[in-house]
């Protein structure tokens, strides 16, 4: 790692600040630009466009170890932008030392020690595909989008939680619609490999699935067939009169072989559209873990039982252990305040601090007007849950950088039917 002007180093840890930020601009160039944060989330953030990350003591949201072994994942997982990770702690114990070890961290060092460190991780060769100079500050506060995808710019969001029932279903449908309404080309997928039910929500007799996408079958005895993906604009169907759709395979033995294709699938929806929307099922498995990595955000939906609370905080943490960086997850609590119910507030202390989104309850017009294939309605009634879901897809389109097609506002949608099953 060279010095270069316009590298980034962020120091993390409320003890050493500045010893670690002296220490690091020693050995690699005064030039060198250098933030601090004590707050592991923030550091996480800032991680995304950094070069050298150094988590000291005094970390206050998390224990340095933990941190340093969450940082070396996100850099990993960051695909052209990884960075290097060393745990400077007080005291270099055998436990300590093996602890980082099984987490990943390689470089751990005490103060005295660091210079040496740093000077080796200087000397090797800079990572492949670390950004080149200037970062600017405005980095942090834009999560780290995937940095290489083969296919277009478009963006893929999961829909994700660890509870059936919280709502992930219609908020896939009505984040895909806004989006559309906002003029963003959106296409929505039901990834819900088991029981995805979104044709059936929406009372469509047949629809083009995800299975057929992908070249994955059933021939006439049964068995699992497998051919080359057809063009996805031939499958993908507008329904509602709306919004471009993909329905779940309906057929759960697939989806063993659907797995290992999705990220394929999402690279040429991402040719295709501005926004992909995936909605996933609640029982996490392979195709979780290969939708988040084709996503550039996963948004966690809890509804108001703090039961959803805990099993979106475990989701979470899972989705970290898989890879996804912290920056690329958002949460939300559907149905915000319900019978007393959980508040964004208690979600987001649950979750460490974390920014959690609210959504209101639309009462039974939801059900109804999704039923009856028409969800757009919401919009036109300023059902509050789709004023919600509208106003969200406005701040994830602006974090994700998605430009709309047009001016937003105005009830533009396409009103063209296309596609086997579309009804109306
Ligand atoms: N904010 C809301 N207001 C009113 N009804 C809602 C809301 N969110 C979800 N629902 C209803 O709750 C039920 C479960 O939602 P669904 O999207 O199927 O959940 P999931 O996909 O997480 O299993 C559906 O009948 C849906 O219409
Ligand atoms: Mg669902």
């Known amino acids: 790692m060279g010095a270069s002007a316009?590298?980034?180093?962020?120091?993390?840890?409320?003890?050493?600040?500045?010893?670690?930020?002296?220490?690091?601009?020693?050995?690699?160039?005064?030039?060198?630009?250098c933030s601090w944060t004590p707050i592991g989330i923030d550091c996480r953030q800032r991680a995304a466009g950094?070069?050298?990350?150094?988590?000291?003591?005094g970390v206050s949201d998390v224990e340095?170890?933990?941190?340093?072994?969450?940082?070396?994942?996100?850099?990993?997982s960051n695909v052209g932008r990884d960075f290097r990770v060393?745990?400077?702690?007080?005291?270099?114990?055998?436990?300590?030392?093996?602890?980082?070890?099984?987490?990943?961290?390689?470089?751990?060092?005490?103060?005295?020690?660091?210079?040496?460190?740093?000077?080796e991780v200087a000397s090797t060769p800079e990572p492949p595909g670390s950004l080149p100079a200037a970062l600017s500050a405005d980095i942090v506060e834009k999560p780290a989008m995937k940095a290489v995808r083969s296919g277009g710019n478009g963006r893929v969001v999961s829909i994700v939680g660890g509870r059936g029932g919280v709502g992930k279903s219609t908020i896939s449908l009505l984040l895909a619609?806004?989006?559309?309404?906002?003029?963003?080309?959106?296409?929505?997928?039901?990834?819900?490999?088991?029981?995805?039910?979104?044709a059936y929500l929406l009372d469509l007799e047949a629809s083009h699935t995800v299975a057929e996408a992908v070249g994955v079958g059933l021939d006439e005895a049964g068995s699992p067939t497998v051919s080359s993906a057809p063009p996805l604009l031939d499958l993908v169907q507008t329904v509602a009169g709306e919004v471009s759709f993909l329905a779940a395979p309906g057929?759960?033995?697939?989806?063993?072989?659907?797995?290992?294709?999705?990220?394929?699938?999402?690279?040429?929806?991402?040719?295709?559209?501005?926004?992909?929307?995936?909605?996933?099922?609640?029982?996490?498995?392979?195709?979780?873990?290969?939708?988040?990595?084709a996503s550039d955000l996963a948004l966690f939906v809890m509804d108001q039982r703090g039961t959803s609370v805990e099993a979106c905080r475990q989701a979470s943490a899972l989705a970290r252990r898989l890879g996804m960086p912290g920056?690329?997850?958002?949460?939300?609590?559907?149905?915000?305040?319900?019978?007393?119910?959980?508040?964004?507030?208690?979600?987001?202390?649950?979750?460490?601090?974390?920014?959690?989104y609210e959504l209101p309850d639309g009462g039974r017009a939801v059900d109804d007007l999704v039923g009856a294939g028409c969800p757009g309605q919401l919009f036109e009634q300023e059902n509050p849950l789709a004023q919600g879901v509208l106003?969200?897809?406005?701040?994830?389109?602006?974090?994700?950088?998605?430009?709309?097609?047009?001016?937003?506002?105005?009830?533009?949608?396409?009103?063209?039917?296309?596609?086997?099953?579309?009804?109306?």
Request: net charge neutral; aromatic share 2%.
């Open 50 to 57: 950094a070069q050298l990350v150094l988590v000291g003591p």
């Open 327 to 356: 920056a690329r997850c958002s949460y939300l609590v559907n149905r915000c305040g319900q019978r007393g119910g959980v508040t964004g507030l208690d979600a987001s202390l649950a979750l460490g601090g974390a920014h959690v």
């Open 391 to 424: 106003d969200l897809a406005r701040r994830l389109a602006g974090m994700l950088g998605v430009e709309p097609l047009r001016d937003s506002g105005e009830n533009t949608a396409r009103r063209r039917i296309t596609g086997r099953g579309a009804r109306r």
């Open 64 to 76: 340095p170890v933990n941190l340093a072994a969450a940082l070396v994942k996100d850099a990993r």
């Open 86 to 119: 060393v745990l400077v702690v007080n005291e270099l114990t055998g436990s300590l030392a093996s602890r980082a070890h099984a987490a990943g961290v390689e470089q751990v060092a005490t103060m005295e020690g660091l210079p040496s460190v740093l000077s």
């Open 251 to 293: 057929l759960p033995e697939l989806g063993d072989l659907i797995v290992g294709r999705v990220g394929d699938l999402c690279a040429r929806a991402c040719s295709a559209f501005s926004m992909t929307v995936l909605n996933l099922g609640s029982t996490w498995g392979d195709v979780h873990a290969e939708a988040l990595e």
């Open 177 to 198: 619609l806004a989006a559309q309404r906002l003029g963003i080309s959106t296409l929505l997928i039901d990834l819900d490999l088991q029981f995805g039910d979104l």
């Open 6 to 33: 316009g590298q980034m180093v962020v120091c993390c840890g409320s003890a050493y600040a500045n010893p670690l930020v002296r220490h690091a601009k020693q050995v690699l160039g005064k030039e060198v630009a």
